[in-house]
């Protein structure tokens, strides 16, 4: 089913997918942010059967404080290796999106099984501007995903949150669970805009909340990491449309893997040398 956008200029209909206007070329709405503004009554109603639950556990004040503490202070994460990073610095590259790096010929075609899953996935889930999109993750504690690389780039909200969106799980792995199609459609309220990151967390993660859950256990919660398969790591998965480049960048925090010293070194003097905050976990 195809999903219109009403210019709020000339008031013709476009495909949601594009950024502007097909005929005046206004811009409009961010397709991904659009799709999610179109499940926020769901989301909210989710949220209200949370609470409703939640209440009956004695948790719902708990809950409000998870949604509170998300809203107000979570960011949106991006792991880059060292290697990868310190690159993107010396030849002033904005921060790469598989596709677009593919088709820029900065790296192959991979062929393994999950990045064929990936690619119906995106294909579904941001059909017509998969190339467009940052993946990223949701973080109370300014640690991300490790599995995808040593460095966490923290971002600046200021210069995101209005093309940001969020999905509840990995929308990978919810492709290869549930197989959504036009007569499967995506869970209705598992997506969210920016501002309401909280109202999505809470939904997600009620049931996981207890008498003895403290607030300092929400990061924890929030993303679960498994060393072992990046497959079993839960997080909530931000959306990001266009370009992205190190001065979007709030603050990197380095966990260097066996091996990384001696590159770790060279990456911190170029992190100085744009002062860009840093630390090493």
Same mark, same amino acid.
């Given at each position: 089913?195809?999903?219109?956008?009403?210019?709020?200029?000339?008031?013709?209909?476009?495909?949601?997918?594009?950024?502007?206007?097909?005929?005046?070329?206004?811009?409009?709405?961010?397709?991904?942010?659009?799709?999610?503004?179109?499940?926020?009554?769901?989301?909210?109603?989710?949220?209200?059967?949370?609470?409703?639950?939640?209440?009956?556990?004695?948790?719902?004040?708990?809950?409000?404080?998870?949604?509170?503490?998300?809203?107000?202070?979570?960011?949106?994460?991006?792991?880059?290796?060292?290697?990868?990073?310190?690159?993107?610095?010396?030849?002033?590259?904005?921060? #790469?999106? *598989?596709?677009? =790096?593919? @088709?820029?010929?900065?790296?192959?075609?991979?062929?393994?099984? &999950?990045?064929?899953?990936? +690619?119906?996935?995106?294909?579904?889930?941001?059909?017509?501007?998969?190339?467009?999109?940052?993946?990223?993750?949701?973080?109370?504690?300014?640690?991300?995903?490790?599995?995808?690389?040593?460095?966490?780039?923290?971002?600046?909200?200021?210069?995101?949150?209005?093309?940001?969106?969020?999905?509840?799980?990995?929308? #990978?792995? *919810?492709?290869? =669970?549930? @197989?959504?199609?036009?007569?499967?459609?995506?869970?209705?309220? &598992?997506?969210?805009?920016? +501002?309401?990151?909280?109202?999505?967390?809470?939904?997600?993660?009620?049931?996981?909340?207890?008498?003895?859950?403290?607030?300092?256990?929400?990061?924890?919660?929030?993303?679960?990491?498994?060393?072992?398969?990046?497959?079993?790591?839960?997080?909530?998965?931000?959306?990001?449309?266009?370009?992205?480049?190190?001065?979007?960048?709030?603050?990197?925090?380095?966990?260097?893997?066996?091996?990384?010293?001696?590159?770790?070194?060279?990456?911190?003097?170029?992190?100085?040398?744009?002062?860009?905050?840093?630390?090493?976990?």
């Amino acid at each position: 089913m195809e999903i219109m956008v009403t210019c709020s200029s000339c008031k013709e209909q476009y495909h949601h997918a594009y950024l502007h206007c097909t005929t005046c070329h206004k811009q409009g709405p961010y397709p991904n942010v659009y799709l999610a503004t179109q499940e926020q009554a769901n989301l909210q109603q989710n949220f209200q059967d949370a609470l409703l639950r939640a209440k009956k556990r004695g948790v719902d004040n708990l809950l409000l404080q998870l949604q509170h503490q998300v809203d107000s202070a979570s960011k949106a994460c991006i792991n880059r290796s060292v290697p990868e990073l310190s690159l993107a610095l010396h030849e002033n590259r904005a921060l #790469g999106r *598989y596709y677009k =790096e593919v @088709q820029a010929g900065r790296r192959l075609l991979d062929d393994d099984p &999950w990045t064929r899953l990936r +690619a119906q996935a995106d294909q579904y889930f941001f059909h017509g501007f998969h190339e467009e999109i940052h993946f990223a993750a949701l973080t109370l504690n300014d640690s991300g995903m490790s599995s995808y690389g040593s460095c966490c780039l923290l971002l600046k909200e200021a210069l995101i949150d209005e093309r940001a969106s969020l999905f509840r799980e990995n929308t #990978g792995l *919810y492709f290869r =669970e549930h @197989q959504p199609s036009e007569k499967n459609p995506v869970t209705p309220g &598992w997506r969210a805009v920016w +501002a309401e990151r909280g109202m999505l967390a809470a939904c997600k993660l009620q049931e996981q909340l207890t008498t003895t859950t403290a607030s300092s256990d929400f990061a924890d919660l929030l993303i679960q990491f498994s060393p072992e398969d990046a497959e079993l790591d839960d997080f909530l998965e931000v959306h990001i449309y266009g370009s992205l480049t190190i001065k979007t960048v709030q603050q990197v925090v380095i966990s260097p893997q066996s091996g990384e010293e001696s590159q770790t070194d060279r990456l911190t003097k170029r992190l100085e040398e744009r002062k860009i905050p840093f630390q090493i976990a």
